[in-house]
């Protein structure tokens, strides 16, 4: 299915949310530190929101979601709930933000450790994680298929040796938070559905260092690894241009 056509405005609004959502990520790593809550991160994340003009999409009534960024711990792959939980040192942490700027929408995620540098095993999976997204984006010639994207980002997961998420995928973004089509982390080059120039989706590589199945915590929105192993996840919205692919969620 293609998307709808958006105007140049509502894409230059897309590129100065992604801007500001960026520019949060950026002070969000600084402000992070062991023994601050969730819930006191979420908290500093909406304040930023509103001085940047823009508004939480996790929290609005369509979403439904009970803060404004999703804080993935550990073994959290995705939508993670703020909790008065407090971070300590060697935490893996996914951040996943949508903020709506001038009625349109931008989408990304990024995971660090808390309090020190990433070593070993995370350091891998964090590397890898970001990469296969980084290498899926920098393939992108242009108008290309969902399955191009999908077989970038599988190729360097799997040479990784890492779990990749299957059950969860990106998709297109704009407009509304979640829209058409859904862009898989794995896929054979040429199949899938095909992008336009003008596109707009979210690539959002999930890994872990085990296994790929998942579960749905009790809170009905956590999702986390079923065998308990670590989770990484990177995102980024992007615009299909005639010749590649624009970052709208970078500095
Ligand atoms: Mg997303």
């Given at each position: 299915?293609?998307?709808?056509?958006?105007?140049?405005a509502?894409?230059?609004?897309?590129?100065e949310?992604?801007?500001r959502?960026?520019?949060?990520?950026a002070?969000l790593?600084?402000?992070?530190?062991p023994g601050?809550?969730e819930?006191e991160?979420?908290?500093w994340?909406a304040?930023?929101?509103k001085e940047?003009?823009?508004e939480a999409?996790?929290?609005?009534?369509?979403?439904?979601?009970?803060?404004?960024?999703?804080?993935?711990?550990?073994?959290?792959?995705?939508?993670?709930?703020?909790?008065?939980y407090?971070?300590?040192?060697?935490?893996?942490?996914s951040?996943?933000?949508?903020?709506t700027y001038?009625?349109?929408?931008?989408?990304?995620?990024?995971?660090?450790?808390v309090?020190e540098?990433?070593?070993g095993?995370v350091?891998?999976?964090?590397?890898h994680?970001?990469?296969?997204?980084?290498?899926?984006?920098?393939?992108?010639?242009?108008?290309?298929?969902?399955?191009d994207?999908?077989?970038?980002?599988?190729?360097?997961?799997?040479?990784?040796k890492?779990?990749i998420?299957?059950?969860?995928?990106?998709?297109?973004?704009?407009?509304?938070?979640?829209?058409?089509?859904?862009?898989?982390?794995?896929?054979?080059a040429?199949?899938?559905v095909?992008?336009h120039v003008?596109d707009?989706?979210?690539?959002?590589?999930?890994?872990?260092?085990?296994?790929?199945?998942i579960?749905?915590?009790?809170?009905?929105?956590?999702i986390s690894t079923?065998?308990?192993?670590?989770?990484?996840?990177?995102e980024?919205?992007?615009?299909?241009?005639?010749?590649?692919a624009?970052?709208?969620t970078q500095?």
């Amino acid at each position: 299915m293609s998307q709808p056509t958006k105007t140049s405005a509502q894409i230059q609004a897309m590129r100065e949310g992604g801007r500001r959502l960026a520019q949060i990520f950026a002070e969000l790593r600084d402000y992070v530190q062991p023994g601050m809550t969730e819930l006191e991160i979420d908290a500093w994340v909406a304040e930023q929101i509103k001085e940047h003009g823009a508004e939480a999409t996790y929290r609005t009534a369509e979403v439904g979601f009970p803060a404004s960024i999703c804080i993935s711990v550990n073994d959290q792959i995705v939508h993670g709930v703020p909790t008065d939980y407090e971070l300590a040192v060697g935490d893996v942490v996914s951040f996943d933000l949508v903020i709506t700027y001038q009625g349109m929408k931008t989408d990304a995620a990024f995971t660090m450790v808390v309090g020190e540098a990433p070593r070993g095993a995370v350091k891998h999976l964090l590397t890898h994680t970001e990469r296969s997204l980084m290498e899926a984006i920098a393939a992108i010639d242009g108008p290309c298929t969902t399955g191009d994207i999908g077989a970038a980002v599988e190729s360097v997961l799997s040479r990784a040796k890492l779990g990749i998420i299957r059950e969860l995928v990106g998709h297109g973004v704009g407009l509304e938070m979640h829209m058409p089509p859904e862009v898989p982390n794995w896929g054979r080059a040429g199949s899938g559905v095909q992008l336009h120039v003008g596109d707009t989706i979210a690539i959002e590589p999930m890994a872990t260092l085990g296994g790929a199945r998942i579960r749905t915590e009790d809170d009905d929105w956590t999702i986390s690894t079923r065998d308990g192993s670590l989770a990484a996840h990177f995102e980024h919205t992007i615009l299909i241009t005639e010749s590649g692919a624009e970052i709208l969620t970078q500095l």
